[in-house]
């Protein structure tokens, strides 16, 4: 082969490459369309006639290819996490006390915020700085492999250009979101419009399902584009802030959003979010509100993150959109653990983008306290992604609707069971534990993306085996067959073959997850993380618990504490837990290596305040070197350290004999381990 060709074809691509940063990145072309259209021509037929010569980063490699049947998994080496949410000013305050409580600092802290495109997050993988894979987040462990689709976004680098103070790193998994512009959507759907083809309802869902698409020529036609906002590890690129990552990143050849301000304390930051609360709607794309990040990695780190959001960071959302519509009629759900849930049916309304025609009421109580009634003009809201709800009823000129009382039920829709109100609580329930409505759900749940995430087995499908009599239970899942579903409604052999197939790979699972699937009142996503950190993957050892034992578990109140012993001892749950585990679970523990990690076995209590740092992060700390903290006083306890005015704790740990360490011991014991602490540092995103 020729050399000259071989250098002729790289020239060419160095040159596409860079016009195409200038066009896609920069907005500031040097040449135009029609001259870099001849390049990128030129190099297409060189490499038609050299099919030998093509890379990966070619830049004839944006224009789709073959399409895929499937995509594959990609799993993320650090969790793609998301935001907690802030609605106000005021909650903007009480984010930056959380950061100082944790810190226990008085100074103040500086942030970067940046605008919160609503687009799809996805990561790309650059290895010596060529890119070799894009991936969605998934489920923030695991996503899909679009490699080919994300390869179509012109402003999405395929080589990483290093300059003469950087080289590429050896690894670089940079974040972002890939989103298309308002404009770029409006054409979309007219042209599906014209094509016959139903419209995306808002620009979101478009970039979303052209991401998803398997054939990537038809990816390449939707104008996609991207703004990078982090990276995975820190450690990745040395810089110690946010604001210097957005740069390096930036010199990377990757678009930074350019409304991302440095500030210098959180009224900066509401300045910043006032001001684009402003301008949005002057945007070429949608942004649903800005997100705050610590600027300081060290501090970042120090804060670290919860099970599914950082501490440092807080998505600050723009006030929900409102509009109203007609109250048609009031039908009252019945929910996994009995509660009862009013939905309002509404006459179908637009609301930021979205058709809404139905409203949860959040409970009983609500009906009566917002003076409801079917007819009633009212005012409905839709705050990012929450359900939509009705914030109240619009007077209307007397006589102008009939208005027709809602009747509250007395007994459960579904079971007929008499409903009950507990004490002091504003949610009504069923108490039938054999309601098949309540059975039902907890099914839905158990198969859902929140529970065992059984893929095929969706809110459709749990109905229809319920209904049909097939799955009345847990256990009935895991018994199930291809024979038992290939001849029902909407079901063919491949689509029952995969169910099964995805049924049994979930028995290999975290504890984790198991517990959160099996709906325990109060058990969400974090508490069973804790349990399971707690029993490190021992099912049969939770199941044994007491009370007093869970209370020992830092974060689990008296009222979880009591729901999950009340679980464990029910007797039909017992036998439904015996059928289940005899199909064979294996719950493998998330942190390996435990028995390498320095703290290994020791268990903490805390009591009394400390100068250095928070409670709260000294419990973090120690438990990111492997011990377990405990909040209550117990011969389990292996080391208590005693802030100032310590309290009764200190007394009862003296009289079981317990080890005492002071503010000053603890530190050290700290320092001595945690150096080179690889787990400290967290993932960032
Ligand atoms: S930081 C752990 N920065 O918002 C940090 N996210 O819930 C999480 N998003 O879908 C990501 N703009 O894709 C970050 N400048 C920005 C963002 C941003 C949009 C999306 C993100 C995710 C959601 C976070």
Redesign the pocket.
């Known amino acids: 082969m020729p050399e000259d060709i071989q250098n002729k074809i790289q020239k060419l691509r160095d040159e596409i490459a860079f016009h195409a940063h200038r066009y896609y990145v920069l907005d500031d072309p040097v040449i135009s369309d029609m001259e870099y259209d001849r390049l990128f021509q030129e190099l297409l037929d060189l490499e038609s006639e050299y099919p030998e010569l093509v890379t990966p980063d070619s830049p004839s490699q944006r224009v789709g290819g073959e399409p895929l049947s499937e995509f594959e998994q990609v799993e993320h080496t650090f969790p ?4 907690e949410n802030a609605f106000n000013e005021e909650e903007l305050h009480d984010f930056e006390s959380r950061l100082k409580r944790f810190l226990r600092t008085e100074q103040t802290i500086s942030f970067l915020a ?4 609503d ?3 996805v990561e790309l993988v650059y290895e010596n700085g060529l890119f070799v894979v894009g991936s969605t ?1 998934g489920d923030g462990r695991i996503g899909e492999d679009i490699t080919r689709n994300l390869k179509t976004i012109h402003s999405i680098p395929l080589r990483l250009s290093g300059s003469k103070n950087m080289a590429a790193p050896e690894l670089l998994e940079v ?1 972002g ?1 890939a989103y298309l512009t308002l404009e770029g959507f409006k054409t979309l759907n007219e042209n599906r419009l014209a094509a016959g083809e139903s419209v995306f309802a808002n620009p979101r869902n478009a970039a979303a399902g052209s991401l998803r698409q398997l054939d990537p020529k038809i990816t390449a036609q939707r104008p996609l584009d991207f ?1 990078a ?2 990276i995975s590890d820190t450690a990745q690129i040395p810089c110690s802030t946010q604001k210097e990552l957005l740069q390096q990143l930036d010199l990377l050849g990757f678009k930074i ?1 350019p409304l991302t301000r440095y500030c210098e304390d959180i009224f900066q930051v509401i300045d910043h979010f006032s001001y684009l609360q402003e301008i949005r709607h002057t945007l070429p794309y949608d942004i649903d509100g800005m ?1 705050v ?1 610590v600027n300081s990695f060290e501090l970042q780190n120090r804060l670290g993150s919860k099970a599914r ?2 501490r440092w ?1 807080i ?1 600050a959302k723009f006030s929900a959109t409102q509009v109203t519509t007609i109250l048609k009629d009031v039908e009252f759900q019945v929910g996994r653990t009995g509660a009862i849930t009013p939905v309002a049916s509404l006459e179908p309304v637009n609301i930021g983008g979205v058709v809404v025609s139905s409203s949860t009421l959040h409970n009983i109580g609500q009906i009566q306290k917002k003076g409801l009634m079917k007819g009633d003009r009212v005012l409905i809201q839709r705050a990012g992604d929450v359900i939509p709800e009705i914030v109240k009823r619009v007077e209307e000129p007397e006589g102008k609707r009939t208005r027709i009382p809602i009747r509250i039920p007395e007994n459960c829709p579904v079971c007929h069971h008499r409903l009950i109100l507990p004490e002091k609580e504003a949610v009504t329930r069923c108490p039938n534990p054999h309601c098949p409505a309540q059975r039902l759900r907890l099914l839905i749940h158990f198969t859902s993306k929140a529970g065992m995430d059984i893929e095929g087995l969706g809110k459709k499908a749990m109905e229809q085996l319920y209904n049909e009599n097939i799955v009345k239970d847990i256990p009935d899942i895991y018994g199930l067959k291809s024979a038992d579903l290939v001849d029902l409604d909407g079901w063919a052999e491949k689509s029952a073959n995969n169910a099964v197939k995805a049924i049994q790979e979930s028995r290999n699972t975290t504890l984790a997850r198991f517990i959160s699937a099996l709906g325990i009142r109060y058990v969400g996503e974090e508490v069973a993380g804790l349990l399971d950190e707690y029993y490190e993957g021992k099912f049969e050892q939770l199941m044994q618990t007491d009370e007093d034992e869970l209370l020992e578990i830092e974060g689990i109140g008296p009222q979880t504490a009591k729901s999950i012993r009340d679980y464990f001892q029910d007797s039909d749950v017992r036998y439904m837990l015996s059928r289940l585990m005899d199909f064979g679970f294996s719950f493998a523990s998330p942190k390996k290596n435990r028995e390498e990690s320095p703290f290994a076995g020791l268990v903490f209590l805390f009591t009394g305040t400390l100068a250095a740092m928070s409670r709260d992060e000294a419990k973090v700390r120690v438990k990111e070197l492997g011990a377990k903290v405990a909040s209550q006083i117990s011969r389990k306890v292996t080391h208590v350290v005693a802030g100032d005015k310590p309290g009764s704790k200190l007394n009862k740990a003296r009289e079981l004999g317990l080890e005492i360490l002071h503010e000053q011991e603890f530190t050290e014991l700290l320092t001595g381990k945690a150096v080179n602490n690889k787990k400290q540092q967290l993932s ?2």
């Open positions: 793609m996490l998301s935001l940046e605008p919160k495109l687009g799809l997050a987040r974040r979101e703004f906002y982090g959003n997100v990040k959001s950082p960071a998505a960032m995103f």
